[in-house]
């Protein structure tokens, strides 16, 4: 069965820190590793996308990792500010016919405090 | 201008009702797709139209009929509304042709409640 899991399911740091989000799956056949925020009442928007053969692959503050071996992912955040504070999604992508079928974790809300 | 367009953002209606949602999308992208975000805030796919025909239906009850009248739009009508489909829906396009980075643009959700 297709499956997403991420962990922690909540977490709280302080402004400036860094922290990592983890996820792993069980999806096959497997296309691309997605990372997407998703702010309060807002659709998610992609963070970064990564296929079979990227290791890392960042955006500004945001670097996301993967080790297609053992079917991890990590997003890691540095230098966290305020507006970070929001739901953060893995999304792994199945090929499906020519189709990507995306499988959805529950996601990682992250407050950042002041 | 907004990529992806949804209305309406609010929704409360009474259970048995018949309801629609409206997504457009500006980004000439061939596929478009209705998804489900429940109150775990896990985010479910429903359907999926590639240049107006479905290609991805995911056990949806035939309660939800997507309506694909061009490429641009993708609407949800919902018949005989029970009380499970309360959640947020949101609407998403991509483009197809690279397999690999078919980037999923969002919608900014409609939160349906059913009474």
């Known amino acids: 069965k297709n499956q997403v899991e991420q962990s922690p399911q909540s977490l709280i740091i302080l402004e400036g820190k860094n922290c990592t989000l983890q996820?792993?799956?069980?999806?096959?056949?497997?296309?691309?590793l997605r990372w997407y925020k998703q702010d309060t009442g807002r659709g998610p928007v992609s963070l970064t996308i990564?296929?079979?053969?990227?290791n890392t692959k960042s955006n500004g503050r945001y670097t996301a990792t993967l080790d297609a071996d053992t079917k991890q992912s990590s997003l890691h955040i540095t230098a966290s500010q305020l507006s970070d504070s929001a739901s953060y999604i893995c999304?792994?992508?199945?090929?499906?016919?020519?189709?990507?079928?995306?499988?959805f974790g529950t996601g990682t809300r992250l407050l950042v405090s002041p | 201008d907004t990529a992806v367009s949804q209305t309406p953002k609010y929704l409360v209606t009474q259970m048995g009702n018949d309801k629609s949602i409206k997504c457009e999308q500006n980004?000439?992208?061939?596929?478009m797709y209705w998804y489900k975000q429940d109150s775990k805030k896990f985010l479910k796919i429903m359907f999926s139209?590639?240049?107006?025909?479905?290609?991805i239906n995911e056990t949806v009850p035939n309660r939800f009929s997507p309506k694909s009248p061009d490429k641009a739009h993708l609407n949800l009508h919902i018949n005989s509304l029970e009380l499970g489909d309360s959640a947020v829906y949101f609407c998403?396009?991509?483009?197809?042709?690279?397999?690999?980075?078919?980037?999923?643009?969002f919608g900014p959700g409609t939160r349906l409640t059913v009474l």
């Open positions: 990564m296929t079979f053969s990227e």
């Open positions: 998403a396009c991509a483009a197809s042709g690279s397999e690999t980075y078919n980037e999923q643009f």
């Open positions: 139209y590639n240049n107006k025909e479905l290609i």
């Open positions: 999304v792994v992508s199945a090929k499906d016919t020519g189709f990507q079928k995306l499988v």
């Open positions: 980004l000439g992208h061939d596929t």
């Open positions: 996820c792993n799956y069980t999806v096959s056949p497997f296309s691309n």
